[in-house]
């Protein structure tokens, strides 16, 4: 359930905060966005594959992490963040 590299390229260029950006917390969670996405649609059909809900629901909570760092040093950003990636309804 990896990214390609071109996706992978693609989302970085998106949610970057300057040039040379490619770990700040806001790409991470872009990238485990797309791979919670596109895990969710594996298991949507293969609902007996545990060991792949175990590796979505720790996605998940490094996500739910990451957001709560966000969101305590700058409210605002956050807000615009999940937005962006049509998180949390």
């Known amino acids: ?33 797309e791979r919670i996405n596109k895990l969710s649609a594996h298991l949507k059909q293969n609902k007996k594959d545990y060991s792949s809900r175990r590796g979505l629901l720790q996605m998940i909570g490094r996500r739910k992490r990451l957001l709560g760092y966000i969101q305590k040093r700058n409210n605002d950003h956050y807000r615009e963040l999940i ?7």
């Open 83 to 89: 937005g962006k990636l049509g998180i949390r309804g």
């Open 1 to 33: 359930m990896s990214l390609l590299q071109a996706r992978k390229q693609e989302i970085i260029s998106d949610y970057q905060v300057h040039e040379t950006d490619t770990g700040s917390a806001d790409v991470q969670v872009a990238m485990l966005t």
